[in-house]
């Protein structure tokens, strides 16, 4: 189970005209700025990355405007893990539960999970909150994850996990973004 003191949220290569390309983008938009935005709640971790940003564009506005101080790391490589800086960042943080969201995610959000979990993280992937270009691939990317040994979980089971008692000072924040 996901505790505030061992999440990280991870943001995979939501940019650019790519991330228009995604089925059910607008959900997945949406979902990503509710974990943004309950993240930022509970004072927890993020980071960001961006395939090639050069090439591919940045951030998509609508989730960098809610990520403020949080920069994007720029990779080349699909797996987030084989770019240095990103791996240095995240293991700077010593939190080995990362929830994980993103497009594509057969590719990018894929390798980054297997190579997580390779590297003793405990992945929580966040099905509602990833996507595709094709239902097809975004489904095999999930299976596949999972298969791996990755959480399959959403995005109120994410927010409401590291919530856990609607006591908390934080639960109506959280009780609001997730409406």
């Known amino acids: 189970m996901l505790s505030r003191t061992a999440a990280v949220l991870i943001l995979i290569d939501v940019q650019g005209n790519l991330a228009q390309a995604m089925i059910d983008k607008e959900k997945t938009f949406s979902n990503s700025v509710k974990l943004i935005r309950g993240f930022r709640a509970l004072n927890l971790p993020m980071?960001?990355?961006e395939q090639i940003p050069?090439?591919?564009g940045p951030t998509i506005p609508q989730l960098a405007q809610e990520l403020g101080e949080v920069k994007p790391i720029a990779k080349e490589s699909f797996s987030c893990w084989a770019e240095p800086a990103f791996r240095d960042h995240l293991e700077s943080l010593t939190r080995r539960h990362v929830v994980l969201t993103g497009i594509e995610c057969h590719v990018c959000v894929y390798q980054t999970a297997?190579?997580?979990?390779?590297?003793g993280y405990t992945v929580h992937l966040v099905a509602d909150a990833v996507s595709s270009r094709t239902t097809e691939n975004c489904e095999v990317g999930i299976q596949a994850i999972k298969s791996a040994g990755?959480?399959?979980?959403s995005t109120e089971m994410v927010l409401f996990e590291l919530l856990r008692t609607a006591a908390?000072?934080?639960a109506k924040e959280i009780f609001k973004i997730v409406k």
């Open 47 to 49: 980071m960001i990355s």
């Open 54 to 56: 050069e090439k591919l």
């Open 114 to 119: 297997l190579d997580l979990i390779a590297n």
């Open 150 to 153: 990755a959480q399959i979980t």
């Open 168 to 170: 908390d000072p934080k």
